[in-house]
């Protein structure tokens, strides 16, 4: 049973456009959400994680936005650049869990 | 300060064999999580060892072990090779207690069973 459910598989946004990455969950007993980056050949990288307590993070170019009652959390990316073409995970954790669940992925490409 | 790092990077068995990847955990980590990611997919948890016992269990069989040693690395052991364990294995760490703190992920090791 997928309990993250990420859309879309795959996205392509010119430089300079907003490139937004969307994620609903079922578990109600999710309290972190992280973000992460993955290149060809290497492995996931953490970008940015918010908690259920706030609605919004922003870190540079990136923010997280949180809607708890709706179960769903999205990833903005700003002033998109080339060097953002990536696949990215969202994904969350429980708070008594050590496991992390994975959203399936979102293939980014971001034109010149 | 290293990050985490894994071996080997690539490996390839075949069906029936048994394989062993290993994980050393960054610098002051003593929280070890292991995932399996298929082609295309997000990555799936395996299992996860704090202070060498194991602490907490994904869907996967019992032929899938692990091991965590007193300096924190790790070792993954999987048994009776099938085809459907051709993925990228992925080992995090993390500070503190039991994973609730940010894991950090290896560069991975990509197994191909044939």
């Known amino acids: 049973q997928q309990q993250v459910k990420q859309s879309p598989q795959s996205l392509i946004v010119q430089k300079g456009g907003i490139s937004i990455i969307n994620c609903a969950y079922e578990?109600?007993?999710?309290?972190?959400f992280p973000w992460y980056q993955q290149f060809p050949g290497k492995g996931p990288a953490l970008l940015i994680a918010?908690?259920?307590?706030?609605s919004e993070k922003k870190e540079g170019r990136f923010t997280i936005s949180f809607n708890k009652s709706a179960k769903q959390f999205s990833l903005h990316i700003m002033d998109s650049q080339p060097g953002d073409s990536a696949t990215y995970f969202c994904a969350a954790r429980g708070s008594s869990g050590s496991r992390l669940t994975f959203g399936e992925g979102t293939q980014l490409t971001v034109n010149p | 300060e290293t990050g985490v790092t894994q071996s080997p990077t690539h490996l390839i068995k075949t069906r029936g064999q048994q394989v062993t990847l290993r994980c050393s955990s960054q610098?002051?980590?003593?929280?070890v999580s292991w995932y399996q990611q298929a082609l295309g997919q997000g990555p799936q948890f395996i299992f996860q060892y704090y202070r060498e016992e194991e602490n907490g269990r994904g869907n996967f069989p019992p032929r899938f072990s692990g091991l965590q040693f007193p300096n924190y690395s790790s070792e993954l052991n999987v048994n009776a090779l099938e085809l459907d364990d051709s993925a990228l294995y992925l080992c995090?760490?993390?500070?503190?207690?039991?994973?609730?703190?940010?894991?950090?992920f290896g560069p991975g090791t990509r197994l191909l069973v044939l």
């Open positions: 918010i908690r259920p307590d706030v």
């Open positions: 578990n109600t007993a999710f309290d972190y």
């Open positions: 995090a760490s993390s500070p503190g207690l039991a994973g609730k703190e940010t894991q950090y």
């Open positions: 610098s002051g980590h003593n929280t």
